[in-house]
């Protein structure tokens, strides 16, 4: 293939030189980019949608399998163990002259910041339905983050081929629970054994494959004719909805005209790109089924770097803002969405949306204003990497050498600095204790720490103050197990685990006005703060917001931030449980200071004892982490799984029949939820659930916690609880 005076070569997946071999991405034009994500609940197939991208494409020449733990993008140990994704994995790929990079990212809730940061940095994505359950609890939140970063999204329907299948009803429940106007382009010539092909309504033909040829071989056939009337109708309803998107194609179908393919396509392209439609296409990822035609569909409706045009972000230490335009010739801007370990070294994959980032460039970390020097840059195929020069605009690749940069940043030219907008992640759920066995592990246990949170936002690691103890926190106990693993299977640390436990929080119970005051008097100066504050519960949003609302200089401004600082730091420390304070108002109205014997220190100290004195006096609520949850079950268990749910504290919101089971939503404390997956099991079922709130704790449940706290501080210091 010839573009300009270079002769090409993509057979492989990437473009190169046919002069030197070497890969030369800049050859894509932006207009023949398409940056997407593979998103969805658990087990929807996502991974082997990608594998089957990967195949078509000519990015591999095996189709690899979940169940067999052979998939090109699951390439952790962990993964194939366990046949679900873990870590988001990066590869390119081209169709025709289109060059796509895909991000496959997990489908467990537990995994949920690899999906944050994917979607923060996408232009479009996918999103893979089962063809049997319809939109899943997973599938809603996914949904939920991408309407955050106004990514556009088309739709897939896979599973076509299982028993139980249902494309109409998958469409209905992608209509109702994600709030969205569905248009389906294709529906499925025949279902579950009987799933041939796809009746494509677009261009009014039948597509039915050659199951001897692995989906390569496909014929294109008149539509049969007991699918005449039924694709009738589906396209006219297919014409109605996104002919509001076209004034020519709006005039043509009301008159009844005939309406070129390529008009419907520009139409739902435009409707696609405003977010206001969502195609929806199907097929069978696993039996090899309307994969090519969802390729088509990314390049058809997806936006490019140019659709998305610019952005936005903000002038360094303020809140003036920036644009920047998504091209090479602009300054340097690029995101920094993914920091990962392996024995190669620390990989940061960047997204660069303006400007070129060049092997050895020195750049500005706007975020944490450091400078940094661009070692290596890699284009990613999973745990496969190609070293190039340069990375440029609209593209996404590794880069080694960072030594500040963490998920988040924003690298930029030092002459045209800029911040671009970075993520927020949940707090974390749940906690459980790790200690080493030898001094040696205790080196190797404090590095793998620092990794593994680098890697991971919603990885937290601390250490008791009082006891000694480290304490690890997550999304969820399969997030805390595949930690636990990690650090004892990849980075050999010999540890003892304790039991995962719930994290809790704590707010104040009542409003209350106090005074901290630190005077002291020794030999010189002394030391002298006063502080008057008012804590009360807060809005509900979860923060410690502190505000300075004091006159006339009654606390000089330059103390300000260190009583800010010891109020932040008095919150996340917990108190002696150690449980963090959340939902928290802070009004610092008055005080005092002295000319000579005020410092920073000595406010800060006065804060301390503020905050201690308000949750004293105030008295606090014990708040634990409830989860969304979502089962499904045999209709013969619904009577037992809502009284063992009953038993759990739940609050069942609805039971909806679906496919043949039933569906029960609601809320559940995490707590009573620890190993239930085999309770499920026994009834045959199937569970998802994800954090969704912080709630009051019952009181006879929060003083059995706060007594069994206090146990395990006496037990650690040696002292022995009293009998009372």
């Not at 000519?58 to 993964?79: L, S, W």
């Not at 692995?214 to 009738?232: L, Q, T």
């Not at 290596?376 to 496969?384: E, Q, T, V």
């Not at 620890?674 to 704790?697: N, Q």
Request: proline residues 5%; contains cysteine; glycine residues 10%.
């Amino acid at each position: 293939m010839m573009i300009g005076k270079a002769m090409i070569d993509f057979s492989d997946g990437v473009m190169r030189d046919l002069k030197d071999g070497k890969a030369r991405p800049g050859l894509a034009t932006l207009e023949r980019i398409r940056n997407i994500g593979i998103v969805a609940h658990i087990d929807a197939g996502k991974t082997t949608v990608t594998e089957r991208i990967l195949y078509y494409t000519g990015k591999i020449h095996r189709q690899g399998e979940v169940h067999d733990g052979t998939t090109t993008m699951d390439f952790m140990e962990e993964e194939r163990e366990r046949g679900i994704t873990i870590k988001s994995a990066a590869t390119i790929c081209f169709w025709g002259d289109t060059r796509i990079n895909i991000l496959d990212t997990p489908g467990h809730v537990d995994f949920t910041a690899e999906v944050e940061r994917s979607l923060r940095v996408l232009d479009g994505a996918i999103g893979v339905f089962c063809g049997v359950a319809g939109v899943e609890a997973q599938s809603e939140t996914v949904w939920r983050q991408a309407n955050k970063y106004g990514v556009p999204r088309l739709s897939f329907v896979n599973k076509l081929d299982r028993t139980g299948a249902n494309f109409e009803a998958a469409v209905e429940s992608i209509r109702e629970r994600l709030m969205i106007t569905p248009v389906p382009l294709q529906i499925p010539y025949g279902l579950e054994k009987e799933f041939k092909g796809i009746i494509d309504l677009i261009e009014e033909q039948c597509i039915v494959y050659d199951d001897s040829t692995e989906g390569k071989v496909f014929s294109i056939e008149p539509i049969p004719d007991d699918y005449r009337e039924k694709a009738a109708a589906a396209r006219e309803q297919m014409l109605d909805l996104v002919a509001e998107f076209s004034d020519s194609l709006m005039e043509k179908f009301l008159d009844g005209e005939p309406i070129l393919p390529g008009e419907i396509r520009d139409a739902v392209r435009k409707g696609t790109l405003k977010g206001k439609i969502t195609p929806v296409l199907c097929g069978s990822a696993l039996k090899n089924k309307g994969v090519q035609q969802l390729l088509d569909g990314v390049v058809h409706y997806l936006p490019s770097p140019v659709d998305v045009g610019r952005i936005e972000g903000l002038k360094p230490r303020t809140t003036e803002p920036l644009i920047r335009i998504l091209h090479p010739d602009e300054p340097l801007s690029a995101l920094a969405f993914k920091t990962t370990s392996d024995k190669n070294g620390e990989l940061t994959f960047v997204r660069v949306y303006s400007g070129r980032l060049r092997q050895g460039d020195q750049v500005m970390n706007s975020t944490r204003h450091t400078r940094e020097r661009i070692g290596r840059i890699y284009l990613m195929h999973a745990n496969k990497r190609e070293q190039i020069e340069e990375v440029s605009a609209g593209e996404i690749a590794g880069v080694i050498g960072l030594k500040h940069t963490v998920t988040g940043d924003t690298l930029c030219s030092s002459d045209d600095p800029i911040v671009l907008e970075s993520m927020q992640f949940p707090e974390t759920v749940i906690s459980m204790s790790i200690a080493p066995k030898t001094s040696g592990d205790r080196d190797k246990l404090g590095e793998a720490l620092g990794r593994l949170a680098k890697e991971d936002p919603t990885f937290k690691h601390q250490t008791d103050e009082e006891t000694g103890e480290m304490i690890i926190s997550g999304m969820g106990e399969l997030h805390l197990e595949i930690l636990k693993n990690r650090l004892l299977r990849d980075y050999n640390v010999d540890a003892n685990v304790g039991r995962p436990k719930v994290a809790y929080r704590q707010t104040i119970k009542r409003p209350v006005d106090v005074e901290g005051k630190h005077v002291k008097q020794t030999g010189g100066h002394g030391q002298f703060g006063v502080v008057r504050m008012r804590f009360e519960p807060g809005d509900g949003t979860g923060e410690v917001e502190f505000v300075n609302d004091t006159k006339g200089g009654s606390i000089p401004r330059e103390y300000i931030g260190s009583i800010e600082d010891a109020i932040h730091e008095s919150a996340a420390r917990g108190g002696r449980f150690g449980f963090p304070y959340t939902n928290l108002k802070v009004t610092l109205y008055d005080g005092q200071f002295h000319e000579v014997d005020s410092s920073e220190l000595a406010f800060k100290q006065a804060a301390y004892l503020a905050f201690r004195l308000a949750m004293e006096q105030g008295g606090v609520t014990l708040l634990e982490p409830k989860m969304k949850l979502e089962i499904q079950i045999p209709e013969q268990h619904l009577g037992d799984v809502i009284g063992d749910l009953n038993r759990r504290r739940s609050e069942v919101h609805e039971t909806v029949q679906q496919n043949g089971l039933r569906v029960i939503r609601g809320k559940v404390p995490l707590a009573e939820m620890f190993s239930y997956s085999t309770v499920i099991r026994s009834a045959s079922g199937t569970y998802s659930m994800e954090p969704c709130e912080y709630a009051p704790t019952p009181v006879h449940i929060a003083e059995a916690v706060f007594e069994e706290a206090n146990r395990a501080l006496l037990a650690k210091s040696g002292q022995q609880p009293s009998k009372k």
